[in-house]
């Protein structure tokens, strides 16, 4: 069976810092990959995506960057933290094949002071 | 703009009684329907979807309605049950199977 693995579960990081958050999924190849994140409140915006090793598609403009440097790694970066980026931040896969429904993980819940 | 609308931002139902959690959408493309149900601090987990092809889908006690022409869905949960306390996302998506979310609603069951 799949399972997708997020570390870490929690982060309180200062501002002006730098950021790296790993997600990485078992049991399946070459999925369709996501990166969210949910403010307090609100739903779930969609940050990156990828289709493929070394493929992202970036949603929303802002200071994180994204990679994938492996099938089934995938990587939240940042230079330098921000207050707004504060959040809690969900990785996600699909099948490569078309299926609609998206699987998540636990979640990374990023406090910037 | 808006896509994916979850009115009610909360809704409150007595254990026993049937829950009713709206979304609207205005994409007529889209294609495909989902809800996912998420405790606080866990990732969301899929719990049932629709096509657009459907106007009805059911699983033990949850249900899907589907209004097309409204552009309207709908999920029932018959018995409600403590356990189903939890924010509850719809998400829409059409052909490039991006899902686009509604901003959830907090369902409280009152024992």
């Known amino acids: 069976s799949q399972t997708i693995h997020q570390w870490p579960a929690t982060l309180v990081q200062p501002v002006g810092s730098p950021l790296s958050l790993e997600c990485t999924v078992e049991g399946t190849s070459n999925p369709n990959l996501y990166w969210y994140r949910q403010a307090a409140g609100r739903g779930l915006q969609l940050l990156f995506y990828?289709?493929?090793?070394?493929?992202i598609s970036s949603e929303v403009p802002q200071n994180l960057s994204a990679s994938r440097p492996q099938d089934r790694q995938f990587i939240l970066s940042s230079k330098k933290l921000l207050l707004s980026d504060s959040g809690f931040y969900l990785c996600a896969w699909n099948t490569g094949t078309g299926g609609y429904e998206q699987y998540f993980g636990p979640g990374t819940r990023l406090t910037v002071t | 703009d808006q896509q994916v609308k979850q009115n009610s931002p909360s809704l409150s139902v007595q254990e026993g009684r049937i829950s009713i959690l709206n979304c609207d959408y205005t994409?007529?493309?889209?294609?495909?329907f989902l809800w996912y149900k998420k405790y606080p601090a866990e990732g969301p987990t899929f719990l049932i979807s629709i096509s657009s092809i459907k106007d009805k889908n059911e699983d033990g006690r949850f249900t899907v309605f589907l209004n097309k022409s409204a552009k309207h869905l709908s999920l029932h949960i018959v018995p409600s049950q403590p356990g189903d306390s939890a924010v509850y996302f719809c998400?829409?998506?059409?052909?490039?199977?991006?899902?686009?979310w509604g901003a959830g609603t907090k369902l409280i069951i009152k024992p």
């Open positions: 994409n007529s493309m889209f294609d495909y």
């Open positions: 990828s289709v493929g090793i070394g493929q």
């Open positions: 998400a829409a998506s059409d052909s490039n199977y991006q899902l686009i």
